[in-house]
Nanobody
Framework: QVQLVESGGGLVQAGDSLRLSCAAS????????MGWFRQAPGKEREFVAA????????YYADSVKGRFAISGGNAENTVHLQMNSLRPEDTAVYYC???????????????WGQGTQVTVSS
């Protein structure tokens, strides 16, 4: 079993930056893929970014490419999401997720955190 705890959310203005962190505890493996998802009010949860702990390869949704950066690794069991140039449309609850099977990136995650709220005012 893996537990995920997010931190770092908050209220910022458009153009500001925030750094989210996700601490993983329990039995994790270097083959895991770690991801960030978000869900805005009235919308479905969507993929934001992911990183493969085995090789460090990163993946991003088009909407955040060039503004967000995911980092972290199995050594510290932590994954971060650096969010720059935030926009009001980035407002959502952000969830950290972990995936045992490294195949596929955008679905099939096994473990989820409780979420952290990010609010961007215009």
């Amino acid at each position: 079993q893996v537990q995920l705890v997010e931190s770092g959310g908050g209220l910022v203005q458009a153009g500001d930056s925030l750094r989210l962190s996700c601490a993983a505890s329990g039995r994790t493996f270097s083959s895991y893929k770690m991801g960030w998802f978000r869900q805005a009010p009235g919308k479905e949860r969507e993929f934001v970014a992911a990183i493969s702990w085995s090789d460090g390869v990163t993946y991003y949704a088009d909407s955040v490419k060039g503004r967000f950066a995911i980092s972290g690794g199995n050594a510290e069991n932590t994954v971060h999401l650096q969010m720059n140039s935030l926009r009001p449309e980035d407002t959502a609850v952000y969830y950290c997720a972990a995936k045992r099977d490294p195949d596929s990136t955008y679905a099939g995650y096994d473990y989820w955190g409780q979420g952290t709220q990010v609010t961007v005012s215009s």
